[in-house]
């Protein structure tokens, strides 16, 4: 096996690699499907290349709901082999990446004349378990009113009639495609990201590769490929014209957008499941630290993938939605910390069925030239997906060449980088006696793992790599020579967003570490002046984006810590 470090050096090796040599595979897209396809393949030692216009999992697979769930909403819409597939998910996941993937309660509580009356929740409840073939973290359980209130006490208490207790799992969904890229390059694959796939090569009307645009240096290169996969989520609509240019959509894109807030605001302990009173809609209230997100919303989007933002009126329903069972929180819009949106892909099927009442199936494609399409789908099933893709991947390079189909790799055992350790939380006293703070040693353990250790050991060399990104906050500054030489950050939002999450969880969503961490990336990536102030200036776009929607005042600045 390859090392499975992902650097700009080896992401200049790879550019490089796949340009000099064909490849069995080219898969377009690092999100979480692309990244389970190209690990999926390269386990199975097809010779596979996988690339991502901006940062891995920039696109929809940083926004989500970070759930690795059942999907105890899809019982409503008889989704009930979606239910079974995702709950077998669930237990792999919690497997293979035990720092990336943790089990979480949930209340969903119960009030007179709600949409979902008890009967049913108890029947969906029992079911939920069954499909799991009751091998879920713990079975559900019912509690009475006063159980409830015990257990929420900031929870409405009019009209309470009592509560479902049940379990799911939480994810950090960039970290979960960051770990599945680098196991991809530990097998042998390829991987760039700011890597564009301008166009498809097609120079006999099969597709047969794709150029490639090194979105940092400017450079195109031509990647040949015996089969070349579009999982490029939201945006597969456009790689398909690009093969056809009367292909017709695939796609229904829905946005969903998330808030978050201090946790304290709200006071709640577990992840709250809720009807909205506004439209009956499912959504959540969750957990994160100090900070509690609360999403999401369903609402039809056919515009640019690239610009999806949360909008004003996501923030209203968001938080009324959220007030109407928390009323001692009055959230408002000077609540927020950050917020994001993303955009669902899901497979059209009839307009007249609303955004939520469509199936999170996946669908996969095979244009009459050549070009396999993935589409949909969930987080939660991306492995399952990735299989059967392979699967086609490897009978058409078997017709191709009469090469043997590369049967499918144990994908479910074979643990993710960091995710060796099956109870990462006993690393965390060997952690403390190295000198890291009780909140640094578990930040360290959930976003590393098994290899937390190694990040502290950076800090052995050089004393003042123990010192806090931002004063108050865990992360500390050995992270950001970890995530450039081990995770490939190229940029300061790949730093502050994707993989030290400043961006959500910071009361300034990192804005005041942006300087210091942008001179030391300034340091590891040999940038000049110029880049450094452009890249600062990038990211706090990119945080005033995300803040118009609160207001004026709101992105001339957010909140102190
Ligand atoms: C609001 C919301 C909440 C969700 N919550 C959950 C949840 O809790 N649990 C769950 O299981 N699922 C959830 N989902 C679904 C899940 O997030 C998605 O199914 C999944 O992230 C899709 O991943 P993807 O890789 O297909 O797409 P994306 O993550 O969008 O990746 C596509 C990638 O393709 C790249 N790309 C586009 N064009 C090109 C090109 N020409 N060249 C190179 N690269 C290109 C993009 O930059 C992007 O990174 C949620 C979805 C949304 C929108």
Known sequence: MADSALSHVTRAAALSAMAAEPVDLLVIGGGITGAGIARDAALRGIRTAVVDKGDFAAGTSSASSRLIHGGLRYLETGDFRLVFESSRERRVLLGIAPHLVWPLPFLFPVYRGARVPP???????????????FRNVH???WLSAAATRRLEPQLRDRDLRGAALYYDAQT?????????????AAAGALVANYA????????????????????????????????????????????????RADAAPLLRLTRGAHVAVPRARIGHSHAVTLTSPLDGRVMFVLPWGDVSYIGTTDIDDPGDPDAVRTTAADVTYLLRSANAYFPNARLTPADVIATWAGLR???ATSPQRTASAVSREHVIEESASGLLTIAGGKLTTYRT???????????????????PRAPAPPTDRERLPGGETARPDVLEPALREQGASAETAEHLVRCYGSEAPAVLNRAKRNRVLLGPIAEGRPEIRAEVEHVVEREMAMRLGDVLMRRLHLFWQAGDQGLGAAPPVARKLRELLGWDAEREAAELAAYRGEVARARACLGPAAVAGPPAD
């Open 119 to 133: 009967w049913k929740l108890r029947a969906g409840m029992w079911l939920y378990d069954a499909l799991a073939a």
């Open 139 to 141: 079975g559900h359980r």
């Open 196 to 243: 564009e796939a301008a166009s498809l090569l097609k120079p006999d009307g099969r597709v047969r590769g794709a150029v490639v645009r090194d979105a940092i240096t400017g450079e195109a290169r031509t990647v040949r490929a015996l089969v070349v996969v579009n999982a490029t989520g939201p945006w597969c609509d456009g790689l398909r014209r690009q093969d």
């Open 385 to 403: 997906m990735a299989a059967e893709l392979v699967d086609r991947v490897a009978a058409r390079l078997h017709d191709a060449d009469g090469r």
């Open 345 to 347: 892909a899901l497979v």
């Open 172 to 184: 950090d969904d960039a970290r979960l495609v960051l770990a599945t890229l680098r196991s991809a």
